[in-house]
């Protein structure tokens, strides 16, 4: 893959995985998302598992169809893995910019009996160099806020997904209002600790994807289904917020936020209050690649 184009990305994931295998189930749900709550689901490891499911419903995928899918961010391989036991049928090709990630996802292949329609890549999914129309479908699950630049992804997906078929993002957006001085200072501190380069809004996504060439661009706000996982987050924060605040106090201009694991782990406080202000939300979109 030559040199990692979204710089940080790696070193985050390998940093913290550690935190999502102790707080997050992820040993049992391979999952580094938040998860959907919604009537029938009766846990946090049922509610990580819908999510990817809601994923596969977007795509349009049933249990009869072939299809190959993309992975954009495939992560520790969680999705793929649920989705390819879920549609046997379909292959499911994951890609990741994070080598450590790779051989996690290919173990949890083996482990689920789904090797023959799973793939892991390392590869980055601005510049995947698979052919054009290649999928029938791809989907980036809290992926896509790590692209550096969020026009070639959108380009990149539209290039090598078939006519007619659809790309899915789930992820975390900027609400469509304006940002005080104040807003924008608190945002700007936390999105370093989340790795996210900028943050753009699900009307801003739906623009781009348009002005791209994709049509019938459905957009849905999901924020209500994942609060009982921003509750769980919200309970690990405010102990972790302390520590690094401490730090800070005492090292001065020697402390460096982005390699402090406390950091990380205390600025969901951050990000909680960014939700309470109504100023970042989480939410769907859907467009489909028109035939013509």
């Given amino acids: 893959m030559g040199k990692n184009p979204e710089p940080g990305v790696e070193d985050f994931y390998e940093r913290h995985w550690p935190h999502f295998v102790q707080w997050w189930q992820g040993d049992d749900a391979h999952a580094i998302h938040f998860g959907m709550h919604v009537k029938g689901v009766h846990s946090f490891l049922e509610s990580l598992h819908y999510m990817n499911y809601y994923a596969g419903k977007l795509l349009g995928l049933t249990e009869e169809k072939s299809w190959v899918i993309l992975d954009a961010g495939c992560g520790v391989g969680g999705p793929s893995t649920q989705l390819a036991k879920r549609f046997p049928k379909s292959t499911f090709i994951g890609i990741t910019i994070t080598r450590n990630q790779i051989p996690l996802a290919q173990d949890l292949a083996r482990r ?57 993002i789930l992820d975390g957006f900027i609400r469509d209002k304006p940002l005080t001085p104040l807003s924008k200072k608190v945002l700007d501190i936390w999105r370093p600790a989340r790795g996210f380069p900028d943050l753009i809004s699900l009307t801003d996504l739906k623009l781009m994807l348009e002005n791209n060439g994709f049509e019938d661009v459905v957009v849905e706000d999901l924020t209500k289904t994942i609060l009982p996982s921003v509750a769980r987050s919200t309970c690990l924060g405010p102990y972790f917020f302390t520590a690094s605040v401490i730090k800070r106090f005492f090292l001065g201009k020697k402390y460096k936020a982005e390699m402090d694991d406390c950091f990380y782990m205390g600025a969901v406080v951050i990000g909680d209050m960014l939700g309470l202000a109504k100023i970042i939300h989480f939410g769907s979109v859907a467009a489909v690649k028109p035939k013509h």
Avoid: C, W
């Fill in 112 to 168: 689920e009996g789904v090797t023959k329609n799973t793939q892991f890549l390392l590869r980055n999914y601005r510049h995947s160099e698979f052919p054009d129309n290649y999928f029938d479908g791809a989907f980036a699950q809290e992926s896509h806020n790590y692209a550096q630049n969020k026009v070639e992804f959108v380009r990149e997906m539209y290039r090598i997904i078939k006519p007619g078929s659809r790309l899915v």
